[in-house]
């Protein structure tokens, strides 16, 4: 993915919550990835424009500077009802278009906002958990169990055979989208035995050694996504479960592909500019 310049910075501060003036960035998150829009605009950044004040004694957390200001979080709960003026929306399609300093601050802000409510109980002894004044954790103030925000690795995997590419249309795809195989990685294994294993699992492949790419938070809810490269020989046979259809194809036959903005894309492009055929 690009190097763009480095606007957004991610800090942890529970104790300076409550200073939320004008110049301060306002993300309104709720567990499993919804963010609070205003009616009428419904795309772009989605920043609260009103006084918190005005909000529910929703818990509060100061995440990280953006261009300079502070960017707070404010996290409701799973049930909480959208205020007059306002609805919930899904974070997904909120995240097309923005600066890569927008997308890491609202990526931050859904992913902390999921965890820091699940994580309200302690899981060892099921006391109400304190977050912690200094590290991104929640503490147990009785047993001293700490929870740390979870990152879960995944890898997707870029497959190419000289000026053909292996595409993969996976069953919760839209009719005639295909993409790259990926998956997530197992408890114990390394990235690397985990792009061998999703690629003989879904496509049915002996891929070579891969290499790694780029990455990309991916906040569905949690997730971090690791893109690799490497080359195969070979027909595929998909798995008939999640793959349900995988293909070699050549540049100028390509199907439909992931939208820009996704590491999938960008696998995709990456290649094509490296094969002469994208300039
Ligand atoms: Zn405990």
Known sequence: MSDNEKTFFASWHPESADTCNDDTHCLVCRPGG???????????FPELM???SSLPEWQRLCIGTLDGRSVMLI?????AGAPQGYLWANIRPLLNGLDA??????????????????????GRCGTLTLQDSKESARVCPSCRHRSYPRVSPAMIVRITNGSKI????NQRFPDGVYSCVAGYVEPGETLEQTVLREIKEEVGLEAAPPCYLSSQAWPFPHSLMLGFET???????PDGEEITEARWFFPDNLPHIPRHGTIARWLIDDWLEDIGYLK
């Open 166 to 169: 292996l595409l993969a249309h």
């Open 231 to 237: 080359t195969a020989t070979g027909e595929p046979i």
């Open 50 to 52: 009103e006084p918190v």
């Open 34 to 44: 919804d963010v609070l829009v205003r009616s009428d605009t419904t795309v772009g």
């Open 101 to 122: 300093g927008r997308l890491e601050a609202l990526c931050r802000a859904s992913m902390l906002a999921s965890w820091d409510y699940d994580h309200r109980y302690c």
């Open 75 to 79: 996290s409701a709960p799973l049930d």
